[in-house]
């Protein structure tokens, strides 16, 4: 919260008070937790994912404090779901009118966007000590995709090189935004909603208030950019361009891209006044809705049926695993369709031996079986979120895609939480059980689950 404080400092917008209180109380609390004994046991997998799941809670629950002490938000459940909608980089939001808060919330509301889309602890292990199992561990918790792999032999190298790349990423894009027009403040916000593919802009008009086609076509570009794997990157620092260019996912990735983009254009074409305006939105909200950044120039909930349609699909699809987009991650649905057709092969020749491939080697049965289970978890806890916040009383289609942009770490849904609205429609118990769903979807379900599963506890 350093930085935020700062920023408070600076502009004067009597933050401060709040960021101070609240480092002072985390840091003594984090003081007698360092002093606790222990255990000299090496951490197993289900400790790994017990402390992520543990820490992106209480880490949420801190982080709110100075938002509500701000005076900005009505009740602390509130301030609650703003600071994980930008810790898990969801985008969504319960304010009308962003630009009343103080600059030092602003800033660390988007900030927040920032350290949560490369990961929490995948920071921690940058700058602090840990043995190499143990910050395994924590990784396969906290980072995004069907599998978490190493790019270097050591962890605490690794998580510096994705952020090196992360940071350098940013630092580009600010300075685009920069020589484009953009304040220095509002570079940086929307560079940190860009880089973590959250979504807060500092104003109600959004980027869309820019009026800004250079800046639109740059945030583009970047949005789809931080939805690649970044392990792709580190190849291509290798200068293992090949490898790089012919990854399947991130084909397949920018195949949809392409397709969505195309398809929505000729959709919307007679209702924006040319190809040009077609292109312009579809591509944005296209870039924006894929990665699950959340950003909008245009509210889409005016859009004919096709477009809508193929944007909630787009929101389930969501980027490529190992970078700062959510949804099911285009790596799963590639595994999913393969096995999909691989069993239709199976049926029509029994006798076969069939395998499901990604980037010409087979993908190992741990990783189908953890897939498949994935999948099918995702349907149900959509389904059952939907119908438990159907008891605030708001129609089908809000409720739906509320659940599916949380749980996908979208931003915007569709009728009363459109891009244009926001999720202040919603009772304070609603937006709890919305912030579980935010965490349940960025830490891809077992984490949470795991929290409240006797079996974990027991020794």
């Not at 000299?40 to 801190?62: C, N, P, T």
């Not at 300075?175 to 027009?181: C, D, E, K, M, S």
């Not at 939105?281 to 909008?296: D, E, P, R």
Request: hydrophobic share 50%; proline share 3%.
């Amino acid at each position: 919260m350093l930085p935020a404080l700062l920023v408070s400092l600076i502009y004067r917008d009597g933050d401060a008070i709040g960021f101070l209180l609240t480092i002072i109380g985390a840091g003594i609390v984090g003081t007698i937790l360092m002093r606790v004994k222990q255990s000299e046991g090496r951490m197993s997998s289900r400790d790994g994912y017990f402390i992520v799941a543990s820490a992106w809670i209480f880490i949420s629950l801190i982080g709110a404090i100075p938002l509500y002490i701000s005076g900005g938000f009505e009740s602390f459940p509130g301030a609650l779901f703003e600071i994980v909608s930008g810790f898990t980089t969801t985008g969504a939001s319960i304010l009308a009118r962003p630009e009343d808060l103080g600059h030092g919330v602003l800033f660390w509301r988007s900030f927040t966007h920032w350290i949560g889309g490369m990961g929490v602890l995948v920071f921690v292990m940058m700058v602090m000590p840990m043995e190499n199992d143990n910050s395994m561990h924590l990784v396969r918790a906290e980072v995004p995709g069907p599998t978490a792999g190493k790019l270097v032999p050591r962890m605490r190298t690794t998580s510096m090189i994705l952020y090196g790349i992360y940071g350098i990423m940013t630092l580009t894009l600010v300075v685009l935004l920069l020589i484009f027009g953009l304040k220095p403040f509002d570079s940086f916000c929307i560079a940190f909603g860009t880089a973590g593919t959250g979504g807060f802009a500092v104003s109600s008009a959004g980027i869309a208030g820019y009026n800004s086609l250079a800046v639109e076509m740059i945030l583009s570009i970047f949005m789809l950019l931080f939805g690649v794997n970044f392990s792709v990157y580190h190849l291509i620092l290798l200068k293992k361009f090949k490898e790089a260019i012919f990854d399947e996912e991130v084909r397949v990735y920018f195949g949809i891209v392409a397709f969505s983009t195309l398809a929505i254009a000729w959709n919307i074409f007679h209702y924006v006044g040319g190809l040009g305006n077609a292109l312009r939105q579809s591509l944005f909200q296209v870039a924006s809705i894929i990665t699950t950044s959340g950003f909008a120039t245009v509210d889409f909930e005016y859009w004919p049926e096709f477009s809508k349609h193929l944007l909630v699909l787009l929101m389930v699809v969501g980027a490529c695993a190992g970078s700062t987009g959510g949804g099911m991650k285009v790596s799963r649905v590639l595994i999913l369709v393969k096995s999909f057709f691989a069993e239709i092969r199976q049926i029509i020749n029994p006798r076969e031996i069939i395998t499901v491939r990604i980037n010409g080697k087979p993908v190992d049965k741990k990783t189908l079986r953890s897939t498949r289970v994935y999948a099918a978890a995702y349907m149900i806890l959509v389904c059952v979120f939907t119908l438990v916040i159907s008891l605030d009383g708001l129609d089908l289609t809000t409720n739906f895609t509320a659940v599916l942009s949380c749980f996908n770490n979208i931003g915007p849904g569709l009728n009363r939480v459109g891009p244009m609205a926001n999720f202040s429609v919603y009772s304070d118990w609603v937006k709890v059980v919305l912030s579980v769903v935010m965490l349940t979807g960025r830490l891809e379900i077992f984490p949470m689950f795991l929290l409240f599963a006797r079996s974990a506890h027991d020794r």
